[in-house]
């Protein structure tokens, strides 16, 4: 176990020389600190209400799990319940450390783009992205491996953890995205669509909530995202290793090498942006994804060869280095799954120009384009799962699926860094045009957004691609866990459970369509009474009231919440105990097959209808302010709770039920 | 076999009759005869060249069957394909004859309502639908019975005239839908938002292709789709009774009883509309559908009375009266699943009230809270679907399963008679605008038209409930055929069978949707041209050339119906043959979980979006011409192909994937 702390003990210690390396630089003008002191209390604000929500659900599943009648064995009951706080407490503590840096860094990747231009800028923000990056992946393995130690490796326990981390990212997630979503639609459709005034405009009081909203949704919410899919891979590889029989016991230890091995590879990788990112910007975030990638493969490769040796698992043989074959499935299927999105949503590629063309009709088949894109972009990325799983299965066994996912997810720390470093961009962006700063600023922020899109696109498929198979990997420990042997498709109670797993995912995402649409409502007419009440605001004389718009959106995130984030944690234990574990199996499966396909296609549509608005913004089909560009503006509002939070959520529930499902198995035999 | 032949004999004698009676109408004025002449034309070319394509699929297909190399047996292969064909010839000369009477009733109906009021009108439009619904149970039973007699109920050879009906439902459901939501959204997006002329304006090129479209679709169309599912549950209902092992022979006997009952039950439910239709419209078409739907549970009583027994099936016992029960189970789920229908989309209750609220905000919260609505309303469907499955199963195993299937399907006749009527009431009010009638007749029309949408609702249910049951039944004689004992859902194969089949009904929506748009956007420059380039058309002078708009429509929608059906075909056979049948079980309850919820969030959300735009034109929020009208329009127009075209479509690519399997089994053994 001295491997994998000693790589997390790295991870931490190179948070805090980033965090130094991005406090140290300068904030810029007084305006400017000011704006981003706004957005850092906003930010906050959200944070400390949102985990007061969080923490009483976690105290409350404690207390059930320590309590005696959901086990058979009261010491297990606490021990799960203490691994389960540990793992909610390394998430959120992670996701507050990231957030708290974003916010920082967002003034001085301004400041970085007014003094040193696109180079300057981009340091700043991929330091500030690489702080969540690298929080995530060391505060959760170092959680895990003393979790790991304190309880002796016992497997039921250690689920309990994955259970904490995945507890908060489907609430920091959701609640961070309708936060998000409600403030942007709230500050796009009055701001923008009827008061005509510019994104980012100081006047429109929806403005900061909207850039609060990048950080707690897209950094923090993104941050406990991954560090659920991270932590889940692994456990899912240990749980395995220890429930289906795998007559090896060194194959336990080899998922957190290959943790191990990513963190170091991730930090190579940020190293590289950082150096290589003078002369080539797009060329450097690209260089270091796949610097980190190339070395976590190679590392797999020897770590395997050491350690691996041949096994069998529910009686099949499996060669030595199945897993690592398994794993390099797991990575190219995730690269082809971030190919499709890429070209889907990308307006370089038919499909966003055609949509672009479409929109000369009006808004309708604007929205029903972007719809039909997504559904048509989850036929090559669903191939390669399926593919994958196949070929893992054959390499490795079940125990292979687990080590896909890990394969993607082994370089979380650079991939986290990538992702966050957009939001930062973002409201740098914000902060330029709120402080009233040259143009040519916001150009170079809008031009370090936009870079990083490619590479975002691939972590998005990774996010995808080991969702599906870190819940395929939980499934597997789950059924042997419940001693189902066999879950037969054609039984009543698995197709019962099939069929209400598969409308859980669309009745979850009607309830965060409906909390967004509520904040939103709602910003819309905050933000048309300060316009109407507020004497000199329209003028530019004095200021809006921000921290009113914040406080609508805080919470319509909390009560947005807490409906689906309960249900999600009821509906697993009320079929496994009403229906049988047979049902239950039948449910995370019948949650997986709709809950990729919702994932996928949401994620796409929006990302498609976002960029269809933006390709014509750059002059095509009539260019800003024509009809086609109103059209467009109208999908892209329609796309972005679609890409931005029911989507994500979705992945997230689909691992929540099944790490539930896993952990509680005793209850349902 | 007696009883059923006479039956259906008998409901052809009706169709003979009804027809006569829609003929010796009255017609109504020269204007009105030419304007339902151009609708018959129109209709009758679509129809000619789609059925001139299927008659080229099917032949493909019949003589592969007929081949050898398919099945071991090749005197198996051409009987098959001669079953083949005669389901294919029923579903096609059913949608004909329902067709022609459909576009001459709509004048009639027209001139019923300037005579006689809603009573004279609401009669012709009835007997108009019937005829339709009569042709589809009375020829369809008809046909099985000569396939069953001709090859002494072999049950592998009548599983081919369920194949021939179900490849014809799914290109005539497609085909008409694209047509009609072609037509309709380029009529619409020109006519009533760019040039501000009312729907059905004579002025407009697009409205006769409109009107055609309700005919080719909503009747032709959604006849084949019943009859389709009529066909499937009556089969596999026979199927299982041969394959599945059932200890008594005349379990097969009581299917064809039940089906021979409700049709004589539906000629009733007609007659009753027909009396009591001149006193109250509404409460006439309901007591209809529920004099139908309580005379055919009593028959089923008295048929499983007297001829059903105890039986054994794989093993279980089960008593002779379980399979009335498992029909109760069917019908309720039915009536559940319709009546939640109802509650999400008519403007009577909270969602849609709230959606046209919301619509306040603009056209981006429309389009997203219809989507919600349609999310939120596979809810309580599912759950009831699912207990249904469950209890049936309870009652009689699997054969329970396809006989709630046959429970809800027994009164199609009654079903379709109320569905096809709206669309003919609708027709009469394009009659009555076009011919410029006083505006009293096209209220007496669109009073009729909703009149029945409550009953269409359950009809709706019925559709969506039955699919699901149907293809469970086929399903489990899939497996029975291909040996296929045990399909566990954590086996590789099975796994990726059910994520491709999980994402096949979201790559063909996104077909649809695309062939819609396509059809849509080549309709709106059409229209364009003709208002700008024929001189007079706009101040009414001269008539536009509608001939060129129908033909747009017939292209795009054959063009659009080849890829998706020719998919639907080939891709279980490639599976089976690829990845084994466990694969391709997999592959159908994928395709089964997620189409059940794309059908029903389709089906609700266009619905909700249709309703909120006629609460909004009810004069609530703004009335007509608001900006909340405008909002409402644009989001009906995303919601019209989500209803008319590729949600019902959904349903049949689900059972013809189905049929396809057990009809291809013995190839994948």
């Known amino acids: 176990m001295i491997i994998p702390i000693i790589a997390s003990l790295v991870a931490l210690g190179f948070v805090v020389f980033l965090s130094f390396d991005v406090i140290k630089q300068n904030q810029g003008s007084s305006r400017m600190i000011e704006i981003s002191q706004a957005i850092q209390d906003g930010a906050k604000a959200f944070l400390k209400r949102e985990y007061i929500y969080i923490g009483i659900f976690v105290l409350i599943i404690s207390a059930l799990m320590a309590a005696a009648p959901l086990f058979t064995d009261v010491e ?69 491996c003393i979790v790991y130690i304190v309880f002796d490796g016992d497997p039921v326990v250690i689920n309990g953890y994955a259970m904490g981390a995945s507890l908060v990212a489907l609430f920091a997630r959701s609640g961070g995205g309708i936060f998000t979503k409600g403030a942007d639609m709230g500050a796009d459709l009055v701001g923008k669509v009827e008061a005509g005034i ?218 986290v860094a990538v992702d966050s470093y957009g939001p930062i961009a973002d409201n740098a962006g914000g902060i330029a045009e709120m402080a009233k700063l040259d143009p040519s600023v916001r150009e170079i922020t809008d031009n370090l957004d936009s870079v990083g899109n490619t590479t975002a696109a691939i972590g998005k498929g990774f996010a995808i691609g080991s969702a599906a198979f870190a819940s395929l990997g939980l499934l597997a420990a789950f059924m042997k866990s419940a001693h189902v042997d066999v879950a037969d498709i054609k039984d009543p109670r698995v197709l019962a459970g099939l069929l209400i797993g598969g409308m859980f995912p669309f009745l979850v995402s009607s309830m965060l369509f409906e909390a967004v649409s509520k904040a939103a409502f709602q910003m819309i007419e905050e933000v048309r009474r300060q316009f109407k009440e507020i004497p000199g605001l329209m003028e530019g004389k004095v200021l809006p009231d921000s921290a009113k718009c914040v406080d609508i959106s805080t919470k319509g995130a909390i009560q947005g919440m807490l409906l689906p984030g309960s249900l999600a944690i009821v509906t697993p234990v009320l079929v496994g105990l009403l229906l049988g574990p047979d049902a239950l199996a039948g449910l995370l499966v019948g949650a997986l097959v709709t809950g990729v396909m919702l994932g996928i296609q949401m994620a796409n549509s929006g990302g498609a209808l976002d960029n269809a608005k933006k390709y014509i913004e750059e002059g095509n089909f009539g260019g800003k302010g024509s009809d086609t560009h109103k059209a467009t503006v109208i999908g892209d509002t329609v796309g972005d709770p679609l890409k931005d939070t029911v989507g994500p959520s979705i992945n997230i529930l689909i691992k929540l039920m099944a790490v539930i499902s896993l952990v509680l198995a005793p209850l349902f035999i």
Not at 86 to 97: F, N, T
């Open 76 to 144: 297990l009951g606490w021990r799960t319940s203490v691994a389960f706080i540990a793992g909610a407490v390394a998430s959120a503590l992670a996701g507050y450390i990231g957030m708290s840096i974003a916010t920082r860094a967002n003034c001085r990747t301004t400041q970085g783009a007014l003094t040193g231009g696109l180079q300057g800028a981009l340091r700043v923000a991929v330091s500030g992205g690489a702080v969540m990056g690298m929080s995530v992946v060391g505060l959760s393995l170092l959680g895990l």
């Open 198 to 415: 510019p994104e980012d405009d100081p006047r429109n009081p929806a403005v900061i909530a909207d850039n609060v909203g990048d950080n707690v949704g897209d950094v923090a919410g993104l941050g406990s995202d991954l560090l659920e899919s991270y932590v889940e891979s692994i456990i899912a590889a240990l749980a395995i290793a220890s429930l289906i029989g795998l007559s090896s016991d060194s194959l336990k230890m080899i998922p957190l090498y290959i943790a191990s091995a990513g963190i170091i590879a991730s930090i190579i990788g940020i190293i590289f942006v950082r150096i290589t990112g003078r002369s080539n910007p797009q060329g450097s975030l690209m260089g270091g994804t796949y610097v980190s990638a190339i070395l976590t493969a190679v590392a797999t490769y020897v770590i395997v060869s050491k350690f691996g040796t041949d096994f069998t698992e529910d009686g099949h043989s499996y060669l030595a280095m199945g897993p690592f074959w398994a794993t390099i499935c797991g990575v190219v299927s995730g690269i082809i799954v971030g190919f499709f999105s890429e070209y889907y949503t990308s307006n370089k590629y038919k499909p966003v120009k055609k949509l672009a063309e479409e929109s000369k009709s009006g808004p309708a088949l604007t929205v029903t384009g972007g719809i039909a894109i997504g559904m048509a972009s989850t036929a090559f990325p669903v191939l390669a799962l399926a593919g994958a799983v196949m070929l893992s299965y054959h390499f490795a066994g079940i125990y292979g699926v687990a080590m896909a996912a890990l394969g993607m997810l082994a370089t979380t720390g650079m991939v």
